[in-house]
T-cell receptor, first 114, second 113 residues
Framework: AQSVTQLGSHVSVSEGALVLLRCNYS??????LFWYVQYPNQGLQLLLK??????LVKGINGFEAEFKKSETSFHLTKPSAHMSDAAEYFC????????????FGTGTRLKVLA | DGGITQSPKYLFRKEGQNVTLSCEQN?????MYWYRQDPGQGLRLIYY???????QKGDIAEGYSVSREKKESFPLTVTSAQKNPTAFYLC????????????FGSGTQLSVL
């Protein structure tokens, strides 16, 4: 069965510092992986997705993620945090069993300190 | 503009009452989904539908029901059998396929009076 684990339910960084949000997955087949962002009282919007075309994926708002098969990881990074990055971030994996279900991690809330 | 519309934004349920959450999309997507979001638990799948007149239970379907009579609509009913309904409910849709991103509505916050 596929699963996603996000380490750290809360992460705080200073404005201008590196953002690193961790995601590890479990899958018996090559997965499709996604990062979504959620601002307060809103739905989720896609930051980026991995579909095996390239291991380093660039997304919106300066975020990127690297797929590492040996570590079963798909960590999200941004070189320099901005106050507007404060939000909750979700890693997700898409089931390849034919049902196209999406399995979400428990989320990481990012706080950016001035 | 294309998108997903959820209504109402806030909903209150009395004991023993059924309530229905609306979800409409004009993106011409085949697949639609309902998720429940509780603090610290991420998103959990309630029901999903890949095609009109067909839907499948997700991981936490007990106490909920859905219908898919039209491609653009996927209403969720929270029945009185759902004993802990207070949560943020999100509807999503996409082109059916394992690598297709989900488009989300802005959610409905359901609370118990």
């Amino acid at each position: 069965a596929q699963s996603v684990t996000q380490l750290g339910s809360h992460v705080s960084v200073s404005e201008g510092a590196l953002v690193l949000l961790r995601c590890n997955y479990s899958s018996s087949v090559p997965p499709y992986l996604f990062w979504y962002v959620q601002y307060p009282n809103q739905g989720l919007q896609l930051l980026l997705k991995y579909t095996s075309a390239a291991t380093l994926v660039k997304g919106i708002n300066g975020f990127e993620a690297e797929f590492k098969k040996s570590e079963t990881s798909f960590h999200l990074t941004k070189p320099s945090a901005h106050m507007s990055d404060a939000a909750e971030y979700f890693c997700a994996v898409s089931s390849t069993s034919g049902t196209y279900k999406y399995i979400f991690g428990t989320g990481t809330r990012l706080k950016v300190l001035a | 503009d294309g998108g997903i519309t959820q209504s109402p934004k806030y909903l209150f349920r009395k004991e023993g009452q059924n309530v229905t959450l609306s979800c409409e999309q004009n993106l011409n997507h085949d697949a639609m989904y309902w998720y429940r979001q509780d603090p610290g638990q991420g998103l959990r799948l309630i029901y999903y539908s890949q095609i009109v007149n067909d839907f499948q239970k997700g991981d936490i379907a007990e106490g909920y029901s859905v219908s898919r009579e039209k491609k653009e609509s996927f209403p969720l009913t929270v029945t009185s059998a759902q004993k802990n309904p207070t949560a943020f409910y999100l509807c999503a849709s996409n082109i059916a396929g394992a690598n297709e991103k989900l488009f989300f509505g802005s959610g409905t916050q359901l609370s118990v009076l």
